[in-house]
């Protein structure tokens, strides 16, 4: 399987986006699926994920204000972010686990998009 993650741009502070990832090669309905991201000068960190049956899982730093969801019949994978901070800059990376079940863990997920950058501005 192939991903691709599109639609992360420069928004201001507290400004929305909405993440994309687009799964191609085969359907990933019956695995878990993440959001990562990396900041400048700093390691890769969790984000979000969901599972195959729709559990979903935050990082505290995004709780609230970030909602991952799925559509499996169009083989995507989305991120809602809103309240946007600057603290939010990173390349966001799109993920697919090896397993069903939702999990933070970036070593469970065996295919990674080439990730998308947002920008927050102050």
């Known amino acids: 399987v192939q991903l691709q993650a599109y639609g992360g741009g420069l928004v201001q502070t507290g400004g929305s986006l909405r993440l994309s990832c687009a799964a191609s090669?085969?359907?990933?309905?019956?695995?878990?699926l993440g959001w990562f991201r990396q900041a400048p000068g700093k390691d890769r960190e969790f984000v979000a994920t969901?599972?195959?049956?729709?559990?979903?899982f935050y990082s505290n730093s995004v709780k609230g204000r970030f909602t991952i969801s799925r559509d499996n019949a169009k083989n995507t994978l989305y991120l809602q972010m809103n309240s946007l901070d600057v603290e939010d800059t990173a390349v966001y990376y799109c993920?697919?686990?090896?397993?069903?079940?939702?999990?933070?863990?970036?070593?469970?997920?065996?295919?990674w998009g080439q990730g998308t950058l947002v920008t927050v501005s102050s």
């Open positions: 969901i599972g195959w049956s729709g559990v979903t």
């Open positions: 993920a697919v686990a090896a397993g069903r079940w939702a999990t933070t863990q970036p070593g469970m997920y065996g295919t």
């Open positions: 090669g085969r359907t990933f309905s019956s695995n878990a």
